[in-house]
T-cell receptor, first 114, second 115 residues
Framework: AQSVTQLGSHVSVSEGALVLLRCNYS??????LFWYVQYPNQGLQLLLK??????LVKGINGFEAEFKKSETSFHLTKPSAHMSDAAEYFC????????????FGTGTSLTVIP | EAGVVQSPRYKIIEKKQPVAFWCNPI?????LYWYRQNLGQGPELLIR??????VDDSQLPKDRFSAERLKGVDSTLKIQPAELGDSAVYLC?????WGNGETQYFGPGTRLLVL
């Protein structure tokens, strides 16, 4: 069965510093991996996703993530944090053999300190 | 292209009252999902529709929750009667198909508070 672990429910970074949000998954088959962002009182917006091919995936707003099969990880990074990046971030996984059933992590709240 | 539309955005009711949420998915999206998001948690699937057929409702508490998707477009999720523990954000999402790796697009959600 799939599961998603997001280490660190709260992460604080200074403006301009590196953002690193961690996501590990368990899956018995090659997974499809997603990162979503949720701003206050809004729905989830797709940042990026990995399906097949290149393991380094670039998304919107300068974010990227790298699929590392050996580490069962899909960590989200951004070189330089901006105040507007403050939000809740969710990692999700689905498995090819179960269609598009999404399993979400519990989320990481990112605070950007001016 | 318009996104997923949900209404109302907020709802406050007393326990034992009924409540309904409405969702209009992205045009052309055959698959529609209802999720519940508790405070500090990720979304959890309640029900999935393929066109007008509910193909996965295993997580829907059927004693008090019901849903429908008439004509395979708009959908309504109902709770009757509501309990205190139903307070949460109810998210609707849609995708083109149920295919592998398809992106799910989310609406803004309905925030329900049961008093």
């Amino acid at each position: 069965a799939q599961s998603v672990t997001q280490l660190g429910s709260h992460v604080s970074v200074s403006e301009g510093a590196l953002v690193l949000l961690r996501c590990n998954y368990s899956s018995s088959v090659p997974p499809y991996l997603f990162w979503y962002v949720q701003y206050p009182n809004q729905g989830l917006q797709l940042l990026l996703k990995y399906t097949t091919g290149a393991t380094l995936v670039k998304g919107i707003n300068g974010f990227e993530a790298e699929f590392k099969k050996s580490e069962t990880s899909f960590h989200l990074t951004k070189p330089s944090a901006h105040m507007s990046d403050a939000a809740e971030y969710f990692c999700a996984v689905s498995e090819g053999n179960t269609g598009n059933q999404f399993y979400f992590g519990t989320g990481t709240s990112l605070t950007v300190i001016p | 292209e318009a996104g997923v539309v949900q209404s109302p955005r907020y709802k406050i009711i007393e326990k034992k009252q009924p409540v309904a949420f409405w969702c209009n998915p992205i045009s052309g999206h055959n698959t529609l999902y209802w999720y519940r998001q508790n405070l500090g948690q990720g979304p959890e699937l309640l029900i999935r529709y393929e066109n007008e057929e509910a193909v996965d409702d295993s997580q829907l508490p059927k004693d008090r929750f019901s849903a429908e998707r008439l004509k395979g477009v708009d959908s309504t999720l109902k709770i009757q009667p509501a309990e205190l523990g139903d307070s949460a954000v109810y998210l609707c999402a849609s995708s083109r198909t149920w295919g592998n790796g398809e992106t799910q697009y989310f609406g803004p959600g309905t925030r329900l508070l049961v008093l």
